[in-house]
């Protein structure tokens, strides 16, 4: 398994030169925050690794990308919910009808900082993105929750490879099993923590 996560980042360090890398990191983004399971974080990592002076260019698409899927993802909470939800029950991680329906108090108490910790941590955010539609969380407050979380996010990653370039791309691949390893350990808890907590 590990050396599968090594194939993909090498493979995703060479698409990171080829004209398809910007698009492909607005797409993963966009579809990560609406109903895709893997983050984008690593191809931005992979692409500002690879091309260090332009990482704080691809945050910002990859924040935009984010934030329209988000936007498209309360949409399909707010307009399409009665159709879709049997599907992202059946084919999405994280999604319970238990759990979904405990988000909904929370979204009550919470609002903003509710799309705000799942737009920054490991909480896959397309349940709270389709969650706030469904719930119809005031739009406006919504974006804004949206756009400071994952751009802080994004650009939290940019500034870290552009602090340390090269030298962060040594402790990559010096370290590569125990940061994938630490990585899918947080994906699983941000999907266990929706399961279980919420």
């Not at 691809?58 to 984010?66: K, P, T």
């Not at 979904?100 to 900082?113: D, E, T």
């Not at 910790?117 to 993105?129: L, Q, R």
Request: aromatic share 20%.
């Amino acid at each position: 398994m590990l050396g599968a996560f090594r194939r993909l980042y090498d493979w995703i360090l060479h698409w990171a030169k080829t004209p398809f890398a910007v698009s492909a990191l607005f797409l993963l983004a966009f579809a990560e925050s609406s109903f895709f399971p893997i983050p984008p974080d690593v191809l931005l990592l992979a692409m500002g690794l690879s091309l260090p002076l332009k990482v704080f260019r691809f945050a910002a698409i990859c924040a935009l990308g984010s934030v329209l899927g988000g936007m498209a993802g309360y949409g399909i909470g707010y307009g399409l919910w009665e159709l879709s939800s049997t599907w992202f029950y059946q084919w999405v991680p994280g999604f319970t009808q238990d759990g979904f329906n405990s988000i909904q108090a929370l979204f009550k108490q919470y609002n903003f900082w509710l799309v705000f910790v799942a737009g920054f941590t490991p909480i896959p955010y397309k349940i709270i993105t389709i969650g706030a539609g469904v719930f119809d969380i005031t739009f406006p407050i919504f974006v804004i929750a949206s756009a400071v979380s994952r751009g802080m996010r994004f650009y939290l990653i940019a500034l870290i490879v552009y602090r340390y370039g090269d030298q962060a791309r040594k402790i990559i691949d010096k370290n590569f099993n125990v940061i994938t390893s630490l990585f899918a350990l947080l994906l699983i808890g941000g999907f266990l923590v929706v399961r279980y907590i919420f």
